[in-house]
């Protein structure tokens, strides 16, 4: 099966400049979930859904980060605008259950960096 | 948000050599997961843990559970080169529905 796919692969912005990102998961799988993950770090989830519904977006910085998955299939992700702490990989993840323990299956992610 | 300690932070070792990695937090998980990232990629699932005292064993690497689901550990015997990765534990919260993940171990594996 074709696995997560995620574009660009990367990206350099200038602080204050919007960006955006765009997933696309595995065929058939209902969950969607957007990490940021710092350089040295573990994965931070941004957001959750669950079709086209959020699920958990918690931990999403709203006044400058949004998220959308229309017609449950891909989604994508805007930083606007950006500061220099959002230097990251952006990772998209799937997974064909709603449950947390079922297994995530991840894109090679976007590497952003704002200078 | 439960904080997942992983431990180690850095691991250089020889071709051959056994290794011990460890995953620790404070409170319950109702069920952990280890991953194995690459430079360059997303991380990649190894095993699911769900049962207390659970032991999973794959080929060179054994994981273990924590008889109170605090607690996981990973073991490779003869570690190889191809071994040298982040490893990365993630837990489920039983009041979430999504992993929280750990800051991860990075091994490398020289021949």
């Known amino acids: 099966e074709a696995g997560v796919a995620q574009s660009p692969r990367y990206k350099i912005i200038e602080k204050r400049q919007s960006v955006a990102f765009w997933c696309n998961p595995i065929?058939?799988?209902?969950?969607l979930y957007w990490y940021q993950q710092i350089l040295g770090q573990g994965p931070k989830l941004l957001i959750q859904f669950q079709n086209n519904g959020v699920v958990d977006d918690s931990q999403l910085p709203k006044d400058r980060f949004s998220a959308e998955r229309l017609k449950g299939v891909d989604s994508t992700l805007k930083i606007q605008p950006a500061k220099l702490e959002d230097s990251a990989v952006y990772l998209c993840a799937s997974s064909p259950l709603s449950t947390g323990s079922s297994p995530l299956h991840f894109g090679n992610g976007t590497r952003l960096t704002v200078t | 948000t439960q904080l997942l300690e992983q431990s180690p932070q850095f691991l250089s070792i020889q071709e051959g050599e056994n290794l011990t990695v460890y995953c620790n937090s404070s409170?319950?998980?109702?069920?952990l997961q280890w991953y194995r990232q690459e430079p360059g990629e997303g991380p990649v699932l190894l095993v699911t843990v769900v049962t207390g005292g659970e032991v999973k064993k794959l080929k060179r690497l054994t994981f273990q559970f924590g008889d109170a689901r605090k607690d996981s550990s990973l073991h490779i015997t003869a570690a190889q080169p191809g071994d040298t990765g982040l490893y990365l534990c993630?837990?489920?919260?039983?009041?979430?529905?999504?992993?929280?993940f750990g800051s991860g171990t990075r091994l490398q594996v020289q021949p």
């Open positions: 065929s058939g799988h209902a969950t």
């Open positions: 993630a837990g489920l919260d039983t009041g979430r529905r999504a992993l929280t």
């Open positions: 409170s319950v998980f109702s069920s």
